[in-house]
């Protein structure tokens, strides 16, 4: 798709670049995606599914005899732990790729959450306008009065912990992100000619909005959910941290990081900094690919 | 001027009554409100008396109009734990949450300014790779693990930091630079983008042209311009970060308003939790109305272009 888009513009110098062997463009063509960001995603998605594989020991169930064991590399520790054990005597590794799972759900299935909440909203509020817009733009300032951590620490702390109630927390803080950027582009969107000719053709509004309006929003859409994923993911660390996200003894990094720091003064570093190291990294992989795709997704910024 | 300042406290004042209404339903929604102000293990006649005093067995809409004026009286409810009412308990820790914000305001300026002018004026050297990768690094890290990480290294192995409490100025660092670190990652991308933009505008064009020293063209011509924008991010993030700090407080048992969060949550103590997320919100809608305001201020084209 990039290299016809490339020769389509009828840039003589990129078209030369291009003209290639069929596998010269695959070849350029994979030089511009992000290596890095994908193979840490690919490695989070392939840990979560496979973690009932994956994982040495049960995440949740520990040996009181084994507790704060280092990892293998210190004195005293063994392969049977490879990165030690936590207060329980529970499997770092282990609980880091159970963990996984919990990351992965809850950021993206919180941000497709929060991604058709806000459109649709958003749609509804650019293409209806009038008292529909005024209501759903006014809430929308009102959500983004407080900032979305402390907005998601009361939710969480009038519901019961759980991921399931986390996802739907976080979807219900976030939607505005979305409600905000998509209507501005249906207002624009609405004046279009083929909109317009859509209405004179007697096209219903529920269809102009879903087949004329949805497709041209949905590049936006996926670009604020890819960037979002690393913000999920962040809130409900904090939340789990915090003691109101994902109930304990669920292996989920946020709780793993809560639970190691009463060990850090003693010195069991592995406990706070291992589950710390995986945040950074996923966080970091869906920044990284979302900045890439924001690019990628806008000619102007790929400077076309 | 006076038609627009009009119109932007009547929207600050809609979202204040909006958020007002969010909390009342969602208390209502989740759960029995007079449970949420009880202790735990209450009687059904403390229940029925909590109803009585808070007005809660009258019906809803009546309910509603009981709770702003209660609020609007500055009435918050009384804590469970502490048993002096929310607000006080707020007004007290505030300070403590303030000088925090302030100087890691300060460090993220003191930091956040420098990097992002100098990766604009040295745009694609490895300094300004460097600078991004700062920033994309500063963006990912959750602030309590970089806290964690700085007890581990100075404290438990370097024993230079007390790693808790507020005893003098070297318990500040810390805390100050952990909850510091996610915004100076903003401010340094902020800073680059405007001095970018400066620097491609035509007075500096025309100072260059002018034959003005590179130095006296970036610090006495563009520098001042690149940096107001970055200065209204900080008013804003300032405030901001008195509210996010609950966790970096937590973390360091700092004794502000985020720690009493904290104790709110963890001793299901709501009226405190509503009491901080209330207040929350207000110095936020507040702070905002003020940005609008000055820009309209500074800028004729906000004034007259709605």
New interface residues.
Partial sequence: METSQVVATGDTFAAQSFELTRWGKVASGLQRVPIFPLLILATLIFTAVTADFLAPHNPEVGNLRYRYRPPVWQDKGSWEYVLGTDHMGRDILSRLIFGARISLLVGVTASIFAGTLGTTLGIMSGFRGGWVDQVIM??T???L???G???A???A???QPGKWNIILILGLVYWTRYARVIRGEVLSLKERDYVRLATVAGCSRAKIMWTHILPNVANSAIVIATLQI?VSI?TE??LS????GVAPPEPAWGLM?AE??SG??A?Y?WL??LP?LC??LV??AA??LG?WFRVWSDPQLRQL | MQGYIIRRVLYAIVSLVLLSITIFSLVRVTGDPAALMAEPGAKEEDLQAIRREFGLDKPIVLQYFVFVKNLLKGDFGKSIYYRIPALDLYLQRLPASILLATVAMTISLLIGIPVGIFSAVRVNTWFDNFGKIFAILGLSLPSFWVGLILILTLSVYLNWLPSSGAEGWTSLIMPAFSLGWVFTAAHMRLARSAMLEVLGSEYIKLARIKGLSERLVIFKHAFKNAVIPVLTLAGINLVLMVNVAVVVESVFAWPGVGRLLFEGISFRDFPVVQTTVLMGGVMFVGVNLIVDILYAYIDPRIRYGN
């Fill in positions: 006014r809430l300032d009102a959500w009065a407080l900032p951590v402390t907005f620490i009361l939710f702390v009038l519901m690393g962040i660390a904090t941290f915090l003691g109101v990081l190691g720091k850090l003064m010195g570093w706070s900094v710390g945040i950074m966080v970091l920044n990284l900045d």
